[in-house]
């Protein structure tokens, strides 16, 4: 994958640690010693995400959002266009 700066950096870090949730809470406090992350800051985003994805339900509740912890990571062109100003 090419580099596309600090935000894409934030997704691929979000992404890989939704991988090691789906394996424990222990999983994910090894993962962020191993890539020098604070799990209290990770586990933020994941609360701040699932409130994200609820409140987006609550006004919208055709499109019926979860969250998935083993998608797929962005390709580089979707993360290409995630980062085009709007």
Same mark, same amino acid.
């Given at each position: 994958?090419?580099?596309?700066?600090? /935000?894409?950096? =934030?997704?691929?870090?979000?992404? !890989?640690?939704?991988?090691?949730?789906?394996?424990?809470?222990?999983?994910? !406090?090894?993962?962020? #010693?191993? &890539?020098?992350?604070?799990?209290?800051?990770?586990?933020?985003?994941?609360?701040?995400?699932?409130?994200?994805?609820? #409140?987006? %339900?609550?006004? &919208?509740? #055709?499109? %019926?959002? %979860?969250?998935? /912890? %083993?998608?797929?990571? /962005?390709?580089?062109?979707?993360?290409? =266009?995630?980062?085009? /100003?709007?």
């Amino acid at each position: 994958m090419r580099d596309f700066g600090d /935000p894409a950096v =934030l997704l691929r870090m979000i992404y !890989a640690a939704s991988k090691a949730t789906v394996q424990g809470e222990e999983a994910l !406090a090894e993962f962020c #010693e191993l &890539h020098s992350l604070r799990l209290k800051g990770v586990k933020e985003i994941w609360k701040l995400r699932s409130q994200l994805v609820s #409140e987006i %339900n609550l006004r &919208h509740s #055709e499109l %019926n959002l %979860n969250i998935q /912890p %083993n998608l797929k990571p /962005p390709t580089d062109s979707q993360v290409r =266009l995630s980062l085009l /100003p709007k």
